[in-house]
Structure formats: C-alpha cells, structure tokens
C-alpha cells in the first residue's frame, strides 16, 4: 500500500491593509449652544507624511469655518425689482410703486471691492454691465443712509 504525502501550503492571495485614525485623547466632547455645535479633542497629535517635510499638527479634528453673509435690512417688502437676471449688458432697476427720491446703490464684486456707486433718478434706471467680466455682483440698494434692499447678481 502506497501512502500519498500531499503537502498543504498556504499561499497568501493578497495582504490587505486599512488604514484609519487613530488617537489617543487626553478630554474631549461634544457642545452644543445657540449658535451651533461642535466636537472637540484634546491633548492629541497627528501627522501626515504626504510630501516632504512631514507635518505634524494638533489635534486630528482640524478646524474650519462657516460664514455666513448677512446684510442687515429695513423691510423686506420693499417692491424693487431687478432684471434681468443673469444679465448680459444692461440690468435694469425699477422701484415700482416705491419712492426713489434719496436712493443709492453699492455695487460690489465676489470679493467684496466696490465697483461703482450712484444714485437713481428716476423710478426706472439702467445700469450699464456691458464693461463687467462674468462674475458675481452683489448690489445693495440704500435709501436715506438706510440699506433697504440687497439683491446678488450674475452676468453671463
């Protein structure tokens, strides 16, 4: 009688690897209030080794931030009307049954620069966009020193 040896031999078909953070935490938690919440750490340290040199940071949890624009106005049913928009060349301001007597406009490009100023002088004004590049605008419409309207704007 003939004996078979069959040897077993484990091949390893792939080796896989995961990675994930990993921290060691003196405190941390969770808050939350009126504003807000947010999650917080302490007493940890992270690296990244992308790149040379290799950087090492506080904390896993990096900060960032949201911010809001907020423009503070008289009524929002002031009946201004402005188009159109997007605008190619000419966006047109109306006031509609609003008084225009004493109103000013403010308009701003995406990063915040007034661009021009004026005054309207008349229930239906043209503003010449023709000379803007494609953008965002905002224009914030004052009356008395008051803002009472702000509108973005695109140009195409």
């Not at 080796?15 to 990993?22: E, G, K, L, T, Y």
């Not at 504003?35 to 950087?55: A, C, H, L, M, R």
């Not at 914030?140 to 008051?146: A, H, N, Y």
């Amino acid at each position: 009688m003939k004996k078979l040896i069959v040897p077993i031999v484990f091949i390893p078909l792939g080796v896989i690897f995961c990675n994930a953070q990993q921290s060691i935490n003196a405190s941390g938690g969770n808050s939350s209030g009126s504003g807000g919440s947010s999650s917080y750490t302490i007493g940890q340290i992270d690296y990244s080794s992308k790149g040379s040199p290799v950087q090492i940071t506080e904390g896993v949890q990096q900060p960032y931030e949201i911010v809001s624009l907020a423009v503070s106005e008289i009524s929002d049913e002031k009946n201004i009307s402005l188009y159109p928009n997007p605008v190619k060349d000419v966006l047109f301001v109306d006031f509609n049954e609003e008084k225009y007597a004493n109103a000013q406009y403010i308009l701003f490009d995406s990063q915040g620069r007034t661009l021009k100023k004026g005054i309207f002088t008349q229930k239906k004004t043209e503003l010449d966009f023709s000379t803007l590049p494609q953008s965002v605008y905002i224009i914030q419409i004052f009356q008395d020193s008051k803002n009472i309207k702000t509108f973005k704007i695109i140009k195409k």
